[in-house]
């Protein structure tokens, strides 16, 4: 019984191999055929053939990662903001509403709802060093002619949450229309109307975020020249997102800055440096909880502030390699062992150097601001915010560098246009 079990593992690991071959052979005729791929664009796609076939063949959970996603192609945001203080007191919201366009032709409407609040409390002094009649030196008020000196010091600490729905349509006319019906229906609520004529279906995708910072400010100013100032900013942040279709839940997590260079680290260097790090990572669990993929985000720097690169290394959880360094990093962040993270991170960044899939996005972005934020010191602070901002996203350029393979323009991303 042992001679045969293991002659049956022979043969399907030959049948396997079989497979995986005749796909590659079967990719490298069509792709010749069409004669509309470059080298690279042959040499990628029979890699990423190969690679799924074997995913395929081995009956394993890692082929829909080796299938590319569109691009997201425009996005635009329309946010209303409202808010108050009060002394030391802040609370606030907004609501928001993106359409997200793909080069798919699908569409994605997004509703955002956020509420803030928090404290905030600043403190400052202005004096002067002069001499009197007998040449001591003493505590004069600016006033009397001797040089001034101002310093200041803030301190600021809010909390936030929200929640959001998402839809997905096949087409841009069926997505105009749900925010046509939409935005009546926000505005019959807004006039205490009946809201009912207006109804939209259930979404697609339900979604939690929250998120906490704390801004420490210091400002130092003289007649001499002096001018100092400096500030401090710790925040967390997450959004948890559910597809009810396929059962998918997206949770993205902030997490320690040295951590989350630990882990771009190896994408800086195959992007040629200059790339700026967000403390964050993004996990997707399948429906049965197991995760099955990672994404970090970066950012490149830019010439002007109207253009914004976007880079996201995706890493196959469903390999054990990498399934058991995102749990090293996890297990360290949540014993406190700062170290110990950054160690598994390093670990988890070399493997994700040469098997993560890298995306790289540049955009031309903009942004225009309506309204009033206003705020007037008397005693006591009291200020109001009531703005409206449209931001706009379009995409200029996409290039992609599947695992194994090398970098190749995303032609695919502007054929819609």
């Known amino acids: 019984m042992t001679r045969t079990a293991r002659g049956e593992d022979g043969q399907a690991t030959v049948e396997h191999a079989a497979v995986a071959a005749l796909v590659a052979i079967v990719l490298a005729a069509a792709v010749a055929v069409a004669g509309g791929f470059s080298g690279v664009g042959i040499v990628n796609a029979v890699h990423s053939g190969i690679r799924r076939a074997l995913c395929v063949a081995g ?45 798919d032709g699908t569409v994605a409407v997004t509703a955002y709802e956020d509420v803030e609040g928090g404290v905030g409390l600043s403190v400052g002094a202005r004096f002067g060093i002069g001499r009197n009649a007998k040449g001591d030196t003493r505590l004069v008020r600016v006033g009397d002619g001797a040089p001034g000196f101002d310093v200041s010091a803030g301190v600021e600490a809010r909390l936030r949450g929200g929640w959001g729905r998402t839809w997905e349509f096949r087409d841009g006319p069926a997505a105009d229309a749900f925010v046509r019906r939409y935005a009546a229906r926000t505005k019959a609520k807004l006039g205490g109307g009946d809201a009912s004529g207006h109804p939209i279906p259930p979404p697609d995708v339900e979604r939690v975020r929250v998120g906490a910072d704390a801004t420490v400010t210091g400002e130092a100013s003289g007649a001499l020249g002096v001018d100092l100032s400096a500030s401090g900013f710790r925040g967390l942040r997450g959004e948890g997102a559910r597809d009810r279709r396929t059962g998918r839940i997206t949770l993205s997590l902030g ?35 197991r995760p099955v993929e990672l994404r970090l985000l970066g950012r490149r720097s830019t010439r002007g502030e109207d253009r914004r690169r976007d880079v996201q290394l995706r890493v196959d959880l469903t390999r054990p390699a990498a399934g058991a360094g995102l749990r090293g990093v996890l297990d360290a962040l949540a014993a406190g062992d700062g170290r110990r993270a950054r160690d598994a991170a390093k670990a988890l960044g070399r493997w994700a150097a040469a098997e993560g899939w890298v995306d790289e996005r540049e955009y031309r972005t903009g942004s225009e601001t309506d309204g009033i934020d206003t705020e007037l010191a008397l005693g006591i602070k009291v200020g109001i915010t009531d703005q409206d901002t449209r931001a706009t996203e379009r995409l200029l350029r996409a290039r992609t560098r599947p695992p194994g393979g090398l970098w190749e323009g995303r032609t695919d991303c502007f054929a819609a246009r």
């Open 59 to 103: 009956g394993d959970g890692c082929a829909p990662f080796h299938v590319q996603p569109p691009c997201t192609t425009a996005r635009d945001e329309d946010t209303h903001t409202s808010g108050a203080s009060l002394g030391i007191w802040r609370i606030g919201g907004s609501t928001a509403l993106a359409v997200e366009r793909r080069s």
């Open 255 to 289: 997490v320690p800055t040295a951590v989350a260079g630990d882990l771009a680290g190896p994408l800086g260097l195959a992007l040629g440096g200059g790339l700026e790090v967000e403390a964050g990572a993004t996990v997707v669990l399948d429906r049965t909880g």
